[in-house]
């Protein structure tokens, strides 16, 4: 604007700023929350915060699905909109039969990453993770769950792997373009195993504090998003 105009920055920026009450924000995707949602997000996370004081952090076990491209991540660094309101952005999506994958996935974490010790396993409301078989053999298969009505809707501020991880996971393994599925997943697979254990510990630390912002804005939004 400052080119365009002939005039400096500095003008730009008080105009923008001081005169015209606007301010820069990055576009981001966010999730939908209507008052009905809002209502449940609030009821879940105070009935999931008393339930997860009794297990320790390392007995939870979270999970997401994130789908990466051979092409290079977008940097919304500099991508800035000017805006007075706060408008939230809705995308449903088509979730995918998973029940084939769980199985074999879900039988050996008992005995490989938990030791035979019980754990509490987590997932969050896509269709497939509803569906009735699936929430049957977890009942029958897992020592612990979070069913489909406990888990807050709506809430991928909730999970670590969404809030803090895929960002992360993202930023390091698709930094330039991959030329083939092999590649990426062998970038994924080496930037994965990098991520420090202290920045995990840290993302599963806090989700007890990040329940207690919901309810504390009664189900509304914990992180600022302006959406346009």
């Not at 879900?106 to 010790?117: D, E, I, P, S, V």
């Amino acid at each position: 604007m400052a080119l365009e105009l002939k005039i400096s920055r500095e003008s730009v920026r008080t105009i923008v700023k001081s005169d015209m009450g606007l301010f820069p924000y990055k576009k981001r995707k966010v999730h939908f929350i209507s008052p009905q949602i809002k209502e449940k997000r609030l009821a879940r996370s105070k009935a999931l915060l008393a339930r997860l004081a009794s297990f320790g952090l390392d007995e939870i076990l979270f999970s997401d699905e994130k789908l990466f491209t051979v092409e290079q991540a977008y940097n919304r660094q500099n991508d800035r909109v000017l805006s007075l309101l706060h408008l939230p952005y809705h995308k449903s999506i088509d979730a995918s039969k998973e029940f084939s994958i769980l199985n074999p996935i879900m039988r050996g974490l008992g005995k490989t990453m938990f030791n035979n010790r019980p754990f509490l396993f987590q997932q969050d409301g896509a269709p497939a993770h509803k569906a009735k078989v699936n929430q049957q053999w977890l009942r029958n298969n897992i020592p612990d769950f979070i069913p489909k009505e406990e888990w807050p809707p709506s809430s991928p501020d909730l999970n670590p792997m969404d809030f803090s991880l895929w960002s992360i996971l993202e930023t390091n393994a698709c930094t330039t373009s991959h030329k083939s599925i092999k590649s990426l997943k062998t970038s994924l697979s080496r930037e994965w195993a990098k991520i420090p254990q202290e920045k995990l510990r840290a993302a599963v630390e806090s989700v007890p504090k990040r329940l207690r912002a919901v309810i504390k804005k009664k189900g509304g939004y914990i992180e600022q998003f302006n959406i346009l």
